[in-house]
């Protein structure tokens, strides 16, 4: 009976630490900058055996998509005859991104693997045209994470990682999959839920509540969205209207009449009156958290880094907390070298945080359980050693004497602490 109480216990233990392990599982791979700083990683890739790609790291489509070997490009493209995994379907879509489009996107599926780890069946395109971006950056595709992509579930349903999250941790070149905390934090946002814009597109990006001042000068408030856009160098404007993207325009560049930055080629006469940006997270006037990005980070020399979209697909039929949308923002690189953002697929919510500075963090959710575990552990090894074997001796007069000589004076802990900025 003692024996199988024992095994028992046993079993319970280590189902609580795999548990525990798994609940902590993360994927973290690297990210760097193109030559135009748009976001790419090399540590994706599809087939059996795994054909690794430089991707864009896009989280505005949900199809992810690597040239085929036909291709007319110097980058790496995919030989679907060497995986054995491979299927393909003669249904074709349409990929476009910042204007660029192209037609000739077969649907497959393969097996994409992350940074060693592994998911099979997985839909992805396969490009038989060139496309302008990648070709002008250096890659060979797009790694697509928006809401509605499968990777992040798929991930999680075989145990690859903790829980349906992605960080983007643009300051520290880091994508997490799974579980993480940044460190070390200066404030963070509760999380906030994704939009319900009525737009077909934007409901499935991670699109916000939000609003924008320049110079603390409002723009549009209330009649804005914000999106994620990992992989974009630029802020991207789309307007309901040419009236629309003037008055934004205009808070751009700081100026009241003619324009000192050009929003066609984005160069600036002057950049004197160019200055600051605030988004506001939230809705008016109960917003839950703000960010500010300073001048430098909104030019590129005598270039602005907002880039006019010249699109109103994501301003048709958008609502904008029931009133038509005029500005929508897709937030790319001037946003992100500011902030870190997690993205949480299962409940669609988003949470920002600002660091304290840039450096390489540590994930202490993951070290704390592991750490738990070991202890939970231990305790329970002593426990059934004590209930078989009875009790420990105590150690003898000298043992304690020896262990009060090395053990010196005792000396109380004195710390500070500081609680969560959590921003206007």
Known sequence: MQSLLQITLILLSLQTILFSISKCQTISISTSQTSNNYLKTSSVGWGTKTQKFS???????????????????????????????????QDKITYAYQGYSMDNVYKATDTITIDNKALVKQSFGIA????????????????????DNTIVSGLHSNGSI????????????????????????NNQSNATDCATTGNQYLDVDWTFDADVAFSGGWVSQGKLKAVIDSGSPYITVYASSQDALESFWHGVDGTLTD??????????????????????????????????????????GKYVQFLNGNDTDFT????????PCE????????????????LDYKDETLTFFVLNS?????NWL???????????????????????????????????EEQSLLRGPSVQAVGTGQGVNQGA
Request: charge should be negative; hydrophobic fraction near 35%; aromatic fraction near 14%.
């Open 55 to 89: 991707l864009l790291v896009d989280t505005t489509d949900h199809t992810s998509w690597v040239y085929n070997a036909s291709v007319n490009t110097p980058e790496t493209k995919f030989k679907s005859y060497d995986s054995s995994t491979f299927e393909l379907s």
């Open 358 to 362: 840039t450096t390489d963090s540590l």
């Open 259 to 300: 324009f000192a930055c050009n929003y066609t080629t984005r160069y600036c006469s002057s950049t004197s009156s160019v200055s600051f940006m605030t988004l506001f997270v939230g809705q008016k006037p109960n917003y839950i958290y703000n960010v500010t990005i300073f001048k430098d980070d909104l030019l590129d």
């Open 366 to 400: 993951t070290i704390g359980i592991v750490f738990g575990s070991v202890a939970a552990f231990a305790l329970l090894f002593f426990g059934l050693y004590y209930w078989k074997y009875g009790r420990i001796p105590p150690p003898s007069n000298n043992d304690v």
């Open 162 to 185: 903790g829980n349906q999250t992605v960080t983007i941790d643009v300051p520290n070149n880091k994508l997490y999959f799974g579980p993480h905390t940044p460190s070390p934090i």
């Open 128 to 147: 038989t045209e060139n496309f302008t971006i990648t070709d002008d950056e250096g890659l060979s595709g797009f790694l697509a994470l928006d809401r």
């Open 316 to 323: 048709d039929n958008t609502d904008c907390n029931g009133s």
């Open 327 to 342: 500005i929508v923002l897709f937030l790319g690189r001037p946003f992100l070298k500011n902030v870190v953002v997690s």
